[in-house]
Structures are given as structure tokens and as C-alpha cells.
Nanobody, 119 residues
């Protein structure tokens, strides 16, 4: 079965950096558009960054210039490099995989990894 497993979250001081990873299994990774979402307490889940199968990227305005999304198809991995972290970046970060097959949309989520930015 398809599994997405996030790692790399933790506690970091404002201005610090983290790199999140998402390990995918049970799927043909290279045909999926991938994305990172986050959800802060009391808020809706929001898109942070996305990368298509062709490598095109898209970022939320709040993270542009600070976060970088990348993928490594040979290793079935998705990454999110987060620099200059702010307290408002505190959230659970989720990995998402989506593709269309035979007219149907396949949409998978990881279990999330907590990122806390605090001094």
C-alpha cells in the first residue's frame, strides 16, 4: 500500500533552519505531483509548497524566499528546506502526493511531522 512518511521536524529557534523529508513507498513516485501542507492549531490546513512531476515549483507567499521544495525521484523522496524560520511557521507539516490515473484522482497524505519555532 502507499505510504508517505515525514521526518525532520522538531524544535528550532527563530531564524533557524530545518529540512523535512518525505519517504514514499508503494507508489510510482515520479508520476505524482508532490506538495507540503501545514496546519497550525486552530487553523485550516494550507499549502506551503508544491512541485510537479516536471519539477515546476509553487510557494505560498508567506514562505517565498525562505523555503525550498525539491524531489529526488531515484530515492522516492520529497524535501522541504526551511530557512529563516519564524514562530508563525509552527505547525504540523504534511506530505501530499497526487496524480490522475484513468480518470480518477489518487491523493495520499502522510501522518505529519511537528515543527515548532520558539525561543
Amino acid at each position: 500500500q502507499v505510504q508517505l512518511v515525514e521526518s525532520g521536524g522538531g524544535l528550532v529557534q527563530p531564524g533557524g533552519s530545518l529540512r523535512l523529508s518525505c519517504a514514499a513507498s508503494g507508489m510510482l513516485f515520479r508520476i505524482y505531483d508532490m506538495a507540503w501542507y501545514r496546519q497550525a492549531p486552530g487553523k485550516s490546513r494550507e499549502l506551503v509548497a508544491a512541485i510537479t512531476t516536471g519539477g515546476s515549483t509553487n510557494y505560498a507567499d508567506s514562505v517565498k524566499g525562505r523555503f525550498t521544495i525539491s524531489r529526488e525521484n531515484a530515492k522516492n523522496r520529497l524535501y522541504l528546506r526551511m530557512n529563516s524560520l519564524k514562530p508563525e511557521d509552527t505547525a504540523v507539516y504534511y506530505c501530499n502526493a497526487k496524480t490522475g490515473v484513468g480518470g480518477a484522482t489518487l491523493d495520499y497524505w502522510g501522518q505529519g511531522t511537528q515543527v515548532t519555532v520558539s525561543s
